[in-house]
């Protein structure tokens, strides 16, 4: 069902192909390193990567789908395992007098809500794992000489749509956004759409069979229509020189705007009418045109001034209207500088799961709480573990000056000597960078979760660092890495470090080894002279079970440990941030505690009914007071 391509171009690095039925456009970045380029392809029908999508008028496809769950796909497969020429995708309706029975009515099946993951919709979905076939009918009219876009937010974790009965496209991963170009296929008038989204857990997928969150299936993030011209604007990039970032009055905008269908020489149009900035530039063959100019008086963008200006991008009759912020990320020996000033990361993990009500996050009410709980505690920066975040949370970070570090799901142990696993964890890091690239909050890309040590992981790895750093070479690159001992030395010397900007380092003292008070004996060697970023430690706590300190599961036990780690990670000269682990509770199959976790990890700081556990007020006191870590 998945081809998947894999190239080696020596000198000229291929690393990014939008391709569009009818269009073709490619955007070759040049390297001098020889990259392994790669494309899980589906034919004409790939779908492409749109920056802002969520800014261009759309069409809203939420709300009731009705769904059939179809555990062996025979709605897809014949008996012998054969793709269906008259599958569910094809809506059909029985009429008197059939010379063959249609077992399936769209009709009279029960509803999904879209946005939404299925599990956490019907008791009988809450552990199932397979397919599902989503239907919902909608009108359209279409404008003429438009493209017209099927945008998904995301769809856990292989997913396949048709309009009219016509395929559309399919999809690999389950956390980044897509873009199907549907403009033969859908009509004016009523249309109908049809899609089937696999959540079963593969050896060969991004993430794995293993993961320490639930397997939420379905159309679990916003899904629209959304139309452009012939010649459009897909991608850009636009950010804050670095070179330039001392000057007040002399900063200098640059980046690029990149276009399909358009015509080289054509020009495109940058405006900020806030800052008086309007300049334009033209297309060259590969459809894309570069950007560099002044700006005065430009406020930066920081988590205590997080100011966003209007941004007009315009190519003839396409335009898109964003909020950005600028500002400048860089590492300098064992400093991050914003702005070009050293900072201290005081952050908190979070995972996508929705407050209150559990399941996967979506709304914007989801990131205002949970984004309002990081600002409660006295964060400027969040780890959104272990995928990429929805818009909402992206832009809310932007809006409530929330440093980000964004994650890609290689997570524990993948087929690191697969080359088609290193097709899927490209496509998906091309799409998270292509998404979300103008957002300033990001500050970090991350490649990957606790990997193992192995020379092939190292070379996967460094691979998607490569890549990710062509593509985006504003931001750092960093990754979550496990850390080896010594006795009470802890070492990080995992050779993936090479390949970071900035090393994140997980660590559970006093939880998954020894006692809390390990960590007054710790010491840490650290080979590399980068920042480090402890991104994970923290220890699981029932909100309401109290007992001694040195009694497990309650919240004593969980404030004594961040008592014990705040003093020890202060000891660490070059700590540059933390991101316990984690801000809320959150549903995970591989935590069965009857009474305590009850299938949730309980290592949050709040309950995922929102109750506030003793050791939030530790970090929220160190944070506040500013205790823990140094900006130099
Ligand atoms: C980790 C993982 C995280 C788990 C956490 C835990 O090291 O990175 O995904 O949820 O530990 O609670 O065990």
Redesign the pocket.
Same mark, same amino acid.
């Given at each position: 069902m998945c081809l998947s391509i894999v190239r080696s171009f020596p000198i000229t690095s291929l690393l990014f192909i939008p391709v569009t039925r009818g269009l073709a456009s490619i955007l070759l970045l040049c390297t001098s390193i020889p990259l392994l380029a790669a494309a899980v392809a589906y034919g004409q029908n790939a779908p492409i990567v749109l920056t802002s999508a969520d800014r261009r008028l759309a069409t809203s496809l939420n709300g009731e789908w009705s769904s059939i769950v179809d555990p062996y796909f025979s709605g897809l497969f014949s008996f012998h395992h054969e793709e269906k020429k008259n599958g569910w995708f094809l809506n059909q309706k029985a009429k008197p007098g059939d010379p063959f029975p249609i077992e399936y009515d769209y009709a009279k099946a029960p509803k999904l809500k879209v946005p939404g993951d299925w599990n956490t919709q019907r008791e009988s979905l809450l552990y199932y794992e397979g397919p599902i076939w989503y239907e919902r009918d909608f009108a359209f009219q279409p404008k003429e000489h438009s493209h017209v876009f099927l945008h998904v937010g995301a769809a856990n974790y292989h997913s396949w749509f048709w309009i009219n009965g016509k395929k559309i496209c399919e999809h690999d991963g389950g956390f980044t956004s897509f873009n199907c170009e549907v403009t033969s296929a859908i009509h004016a008038g009523s249309n109908f759409i049809v899609a089937a989204v696999d959540n079963t857990r593969r050896e060969d997928n991004v993430p794995t069979l293993e993961t320490?969150w639930w397997n939420y299936g379905g159309l679990t993030r916003e899904i629209s229509l959304i139309e452009v011209p012939e010649a459009f604007i897909d991608q850009f990039d636009l950010h804050l020189g670095k070179a330039e970032g001392k000057d007040e009055n002399h900063l200098v905008i640059e980046g690029w705007v990149h276009v399909i269908g358009g015509k080289a020489g054509e020009n495109t149009e940058v405006q900020i009418p806030e800052l008086g900035a309007k300049t334009s530039a033209a297309i060259g063959a590969d459809g894309r045109a570069a950007f560099h100019f002044n700006v005065n008086s430009l406020q930066r963008w920081s988590p205590e001034s997080p100011k966003l200006y209007k941004v007009a991008l315009r190519l003839g009759m396409d335009s898109i209207e964003e909020l950005m912020g600028f500002r400048t990320v860089e590492a300098r020996g064992t400093q991050i500088l914003l702005n070009g000033k050293p900072i201290f990361l005081r952050g908190i993990s979070i995972h996508a799961e929705a407050p209150y009500r559990t399941g996967r996050a979506y709304s914007h009410k989801d990131a205002e709480t949970l984004l309002g709980w990081a600002k409660e505690l006295g964060c400027n920066f969040v780890r959104l /573990?272990?995928y990429p975040h929805d818009e909402t949370m992206l832009r809310a970070a932007d809006r409530m000056g929330l440093l980000v570090w964004s994650e890609n799901p290689v997570y524990w142990a993948l087929q690191f000597d697969n080359p088609k696993v290193l097709a899927k964890a490209e496509q998906q890091l091309d799409e998270e960078i292509g998404t979300s690239r103008n957002h300033a909050a990001i500050i970090l890309w991350s490649m990957a +979760? !606790?990997t193992p040590n192995t020379p092939a992981r190292t070379q996967f790895i460094t691979t998607l660092a490569e890549r990710a750093r062509a593509l985006d070479p504003s931001r750092l690159i960093t990754a /979550?890495l496990l850390v080896r001992a010594d006795g009470h030395t802890k070492i990080v010397d995992d050779q993936l470090g090479k390949a970071l900007d900035v090393i994140g380092v +997980?660590e559970y003292i006093g939880w998954y080894e020894q006692h809390p008070e390990t960590a007054d004996v710790t010491d840490w060697r650290i080979e590399y002279q980068k920042p480090l970023i402890v991104s !994970?430690f923290g220890g699981d706590a029932k909100f309401g079970l109290h007992g001694g300190e040195n009694d497990r599961w309650t919240e004593e036990y969980q404030a004594n440990i961040f008592r014990h780690q705040l003093p020890m990670l202060n000891r660490i000269p070059q700590l540059r941030g933390v991101s316990p682990?984690i801000l809320m509770d959150f549903r995970s199959p591989n935590r069965p505690l009857v009474g305590v976790q009850d299938e949730f +990890?309980r290592?949050g700081l709040i309950s995922d009914q929102g109750q506030k556990k003793q050791a939030f007020f530790i970090l929220q006191k160190a944070y506040k007071e500013g205790t823990v870590g140094k900006a130099e």
């Open positions: 320490d /573990a272990h +979760n !606790e /979550a +997980n !994970e682990w +990890n290592k």
